[in-house]
């Protein structure tokens, strides 16, 4: 009799056992299939949310004339859009918002010139990056073209020795300068008060070289000319798109898109139209 | 035979001591690795500079060392730390003092002056569900044994407290309407306590937030409206000076005061309604303060500015303002990324990497600019 008792509890704890153990199991199988509602969201209303701050020109501003959006992301969002056959609709917020704004689920991704952020991987994904907004060495155009650039031209900021580097007065650049003057000889910085006075002071001839962020160096190119960026950038700030941290499958489209807006020059068209 | 039994007894006890010795080694306390090291003295031409620091958070004790060797060698005597009520007095009655001590000796080792910022309510001492800035009337009296804890054990090491942290801001009220008179009423009961536990500290009232609130407003009261009606409510007899808050936003240091505006100079307000009230005989202390150089925060301004404004501002106080004991600008060095604009008010990167604004501020320090 007690022996039939014993057997039966033995059994039930076994069942037990097996649907606790079978249980875990079905959950740590299913983790890695997480849905993206999100994209199926978007599939089925066929808009997507891109949240911004539209207080940083020229990627992004509210245009005073007619009170619209305007600017870099603003085009990139739609152009997204177009190739992905969705509207977008945006959604202005101030920059601190922003991801509070995506992990809320207020918006399906955040286009705002917004820096790759390592410690923010965990709370969501990012796409690759579209642009880099880093420092860049900018010097005359005609520097290392003439018949003493092998001898005398700067091509990267080793060449750098000997020289005078313009820099924005407290900003990465300077901080970045100062790097620079404790490794090379004789490396001496000229300061300025903005980037557009540092690289004005390059193309008066005040200073040989200067160290500013990207989009400046571009919007100069283009507007004044007569200089040119010289060797890979100097420090990293990718601008990326982010999305919610289960939005798998948007982020492969993002990804999709941004790979073939690159390959195609719609990237470079962008930063030469708005820059 | 016997000498081979000899030498195998002394090999043997060798053994033994060698092992005896290493048990004591193992068993010793490690030898501490950060020390306070010898009394510093800091060198500044103008004694007013100061930094808010942010040690609260700070666990590793080579961290809180190297942070304020980094102020001293800046050339700024004065800084304000936090030091949250319901971290050292977890249970009522029972005290821990341990990460207090360690960043107050070091301050002092390096030379510095320690303005202590009194807040943070414990579980213990509110409602449950309540804000760590919410302190019921029938709590007062534990605040303020708290303080007396405070001024007791840091009695010659600490000479000046801030009661509260921006009163006059419903956020740092628990989110209660902004109230000058029962602010008033708790520093009352903080300045006896103080008073008896060290007749000599100095109680430092306001640390009002800059703020054009209109009234009425849910958020939070005009600074200067709340300091009228501090003295209304008899707060002149509670306190020993002035702490204020002078936030330059977009402006130079010296842009003229104004009441409908926030700058620097707000300060002279603050000071105005001092001496209307017949209290000009006390001093003020700017604890918290400065620019920021964010590139897109909207109240930000450019790098090279905020060098410009951060010394004129230091000098300011020097040369114009008699009635300001200190400077303390917000903020010298955040334990870990805000990753928001906030990390664009710091002299000094988390990692320790000198900002260009600390390498100007410690040459203007040593009489160069």
Redo the contacts between chains.
Sequence with gaps: MGGKVRARHILVFLVIGLGVVGLGVWYWLGRGEEKDHTWAVIQQTGVLRVGM?A??PPFEEIDEATGELRGYDVELAREIGRRLGLEVQFVNIG??GLYDALIAKKVDAVISALPY?P??TQDVFYTMSYFNAGLVLVVKEGETEDALSKVEGIESVDDLSGRTLGV????DS??QG?RLVKRLTGLTLH????PLDTLWGLKNGEVEAVLVDAFSAHHFIKHEGAVKIVGEPVTDESYVIAVGPTSTELLSALNAVLLALRDDGTLIRLRDEWF | MERLKKLRELKNIIRLAAAALLLWLVGMPPKPIVVLGPQQHVETINPKMGVHTRLTDEVEEWKIKRTLEMVREMGAPWIVEYFPWAYYEPQKGRFNWEHADMVVDHARRQGLTVIARLGFVPEWARPRGSTVAYLHRASFDDFGEFVYAFVSHFRGRIQHVIIWNEPNLSLEWGYQPASPERYTELLRFAYAQAKQADPEVQILAGALAPTLAPEGSEWGMDDLVFLQGMYDAGAKDYFDMLAVHAYGWKFPPDDPAAADQVNFARAELLRQVMVRNGDGGKKCIITEGGWN?HP???KAV??????EYTIRAYEKALEEWAWCEGVVLWAFRYPR?A???QDYYTFVAVDF?P???Y??VRKYAQGER
């Design positions: 701050d207080s940083y920059f601190d952020d410690l923010r924005e007065w407290g900003s300077d901080a100062r300061p300025y008060s903005t | 150089d897109r925060w909207t450019r790098p090279g500015q905020r060098i990324p990753r928001t604009y990497t900002k260009p604004i390498w100007q």
